[in-house]
């Protein structure tokens, strides 16, 4: 049953991710890849106002916030090498029954642009992309 969960969590995600990620072109990526981009900032995701969802890292903490700052996930980042990386799922507000505590996100930052880096994720047996834009300071 926790596969079927996660597989359906992933699809969706997949699908929302997929339709929004298209509208960021990375027509001129980095060569090569500015994966130390992830390390520290702030990130919004294409056509997602800040309200429904953003992320911060800091000192190896990804904090998701979701529903105008009201809920969060936070996570460990656990860095492989510059461009993989693993997040720990550590703590959480948001009430979401397809992400629990304990769980660990692979993460592979695929390819870069300017501030927009794209990252393909896996969980367990799924995998899906997503785009993230680093807001700049």
Same mark, same amino acid.
């Given at each position: 049953? +926790?596969?079927?969960?996660?597989?359906?969590?992933?699809?969706?995600?997949?699908?929302?991710?997929?339709?929004?990620?298209?509208?960021?072109?990375?027509?001129?990526?980095?060569?090569?890849?500015?994966?130390?981009?992830?390390? %520290?900032?702030? @990130?919004?995701?294409? *056509?997602?106002?800040?309200?429904?969802?953003?992320?911060?890292?800091?000192?190896?903490?990804?904090? %998701?916030?979701?529903?105008?700052? +009201?809920? @969060?996930?936070?996570?460990?980042?656990? @860095? =492989?090498?510059?461009?993989?990386?693993?997040? !720990?799922?550590?703590?959480?507000?948001? &009430?979401?029954?397809?992400?629990?505590?304990?769980?660990? @996100?692979? *993460? +592979?930052?695929? %390819?870069?642009?300017? &501030?927009?880096? +794209? !990252?393909?994720?896996?969980? %367990? *047996?799924?995998?899906?992309?997503?785009?993230?834009?680093? =807001?700049?300071?």
């Amino acid at each position: 049953m +926790k596969h079927l969960k996660i597989g359906s969590a992933a699809l969706l995600m997949l699908m929302f991710s997929q339709a929004k990620s298209q509208k960021t072109a990375f027509d001129k990526p980095d060569q090569p890849a500015k994966c130390k981009n992830i390390r %520290e900032g702030k @990130f919004l995701r294409p *056509n997602y106002p800040e309200g429904i969802w953003y992320m911060t890292i800091k000192d190896n903490i990804q904090t %998701e916030y979701l529903n105008n700052g +009201k809920d @969060f996930i936070k996570s460990t980042l656990v @860095f =492989v090498d510059d461009c993989n990386y693993k997040a !720990i799922v550590l703590d959480m507000t948001a &009430n979401d029954n397809r992400i629990h505590i304990g769980d660990v @996100f692979s *993460n +592979k930052i695929v %390819e870069t642009q300017d &501030n927009a880096l +794209k !990252i393909h994720t896996k969980i %367990e *047996n799924s995998q899906y992309g997503v785009v993230y834009i680093k =807001v700049k300071k």
